[in-house]
């Protein structure tokens, strides 16, 4: 060991810029997030396909219904942290609204798009030097998003139909737009189900992609929904310079 530093290494210190990107209710908001979705997804599998008949006293027997409780409670924690996510887009950095705003409308996000695309495709050497979500990133989890609320949505108008509490009586009116449109408390399970399969397919493609990113660009990613900065080698900007 000669104690000196090596040039690749050097280099690497010279040009890395850290910004500060996911504040820490953002960071929490992910994390609880990723906890309620995977017992949610547990839980709702096996309402789905309930477990088979076991033997013993009834009495001391409630699988089912605790495994209802279960899902019920991550629920209704998944959509309090959701509207503290949503309230937190309107304080927080503007790296907290990309989750919510997909700027569709501006040529140069869609010539990102393009950019992103071909390096996902393994087209491109080097990735973009956005900071925040990439902008295929922030369409999916613009998508993400809305595919959220539509599972609140079902949730709560499955729950409503055996609940007597008054807080969910307007998602009577979900369950009554199936109705309307030809279909029953059987199609609702359905696009709820469906629902869950596509949650599952996004966090297969959102976990793949983190740790791609991690590997073959320049910048953190993993590390950063721990500590909420961002590490890169591309020289700082002037539009990208602002105020932890």
């Known amino acids: 060991m000669t104690g000196t530093t090596p040039k690749r290494v050097g280099e690497a210190r010279d040009t890395a810029v850290t910004h500060y990107v996911f504040e820490a209710p ?3 908001w992910h994390w609880l997030t990723v906890g309620c979705m995977l017992v949610l997804m547990v839980t709702g599998y096996f309402i789905g396909r ?9 009495t001391y027997l409630f699988y089912m219904g605790d495994i209802r409780l279960v899902h019920f409670a991550a629920a209704m924690l998944f959509t ?18 990309e989750l919510f705003v997909v700027p569709v409308w501006r040529r140069n996000w869609w010539l990102g798009a393009f950019s992103v695309v071909r390096w996902y495709l393994f087209l491109e050497k080097k990735p973009g030097d956005d900071i925040g979500h990439n902008p295929i990133a922030q369409a999916a989890m613009f998508g993400y998003f809305l595919l959220s609320v539509f599972m609140i949505l079902t949730g709560f108008a499955l729950y409503s139909e055996h609940s007597q509490y008054a807080i969910f009586t307007p998602f009577h009116y979900v369950t009554a737009f199936f109705y309307w449109a030809g279909g029953n408390s059987i199609d609702i399970h359905s696009w709820h189900r469906l629902g869950m399969w596509l949650i599952a397919a996004f ?9 791609r990113e991690d590997i073959m660009s ?27």
């Open 203 to 211: 966090i297969t493609g959102h976990v793949y992609m983190a740790i």
């Open 50 to 58: 309930p477990l088979p008949s076991v033997s013993g006293e009834a």
């Open 218 to 244: 320049d910048d953190t990613v993993i590390s950063t929904m721990i500590n909420g900065y961002r590490s890169h080698k591309f020289p700082r900007r002037q539009h990208d310079k602002e105020a932890s």
């Open 80 to 97: 309090v942290i959701l509207l503290g996510r949503i309230y937190w887009a309107f304080v927080g950095n503007r790296y907290s609204r």
């Open 26 to 28: 953002v960071r929490l």
